[in-house]
């Protein structure tokens, strides 16, 4: 078993930055891939980042690209979401995720453990 809770959500200005937490407990994760998800209102849940168990590889959706960094540390059992440049558009709930295997991938379905998920609300 893995829990993971998210933390560092909240309210921010357009143009501002929040940097999320996802601490890991229970069965070790360091090997394995985790991502962050968003899931707006009546949207779909949307892949954000994903991150090797080494860190030596990254991944970004499309609309994160260039303003968001994921980075992780295994020490800690901690990942994080560093997100600047905030938009509106950012709006969501942010999850963290992870798969009990070193295989990267975009698709929810694909993931075995999440937490709870952390608001973020990014105000024009």
């Known amino acids: 078993q893995v829990q993971l809770v998210e933390s560092g959500g909240g309210l921010v200005q357009a143009g501002g930055s929040l940097r999320l937490s996802c601490a890991a407990s229970?069965?070790?994760?360091?090997?394995?891939?985790m991502a962050w998800f968003r899931q707006a209102p009546g949207e779909e849940r949307e892949f954000v980042a994903g991150?090797?168990?080494?860190?030596?590889?990254?991944y970004y959706g499309n609309s994160v690209k260039g303003r968001f960094a994921i980075s992780r540390d295994n020490a800690k059992k901690l990942m994080y979401l560093q997100m600047n440049s905030l938009e509106p558009e950012d709006t969501a709930v942010y999850y963290c995720?992870?798969?009990?295997?070193?295989?990267?991938?975009?698709?929810?379905?694909?993931?075995?453990?999440w937490g709870q998920g952390t608001q973020v609300t990014v105000s024009s």
């Open positions: 995720a992870t798969r009990l295997t070193s295989w990267a991938s975009r698709g929810p379905n694909e993931y075995d453990y």
């Open positions: 229970g069965r070790p994760v360091s090997t394995y891939f």
């Open positions: 991150i090797s168990g080494t860190s030596s590889t990254t």
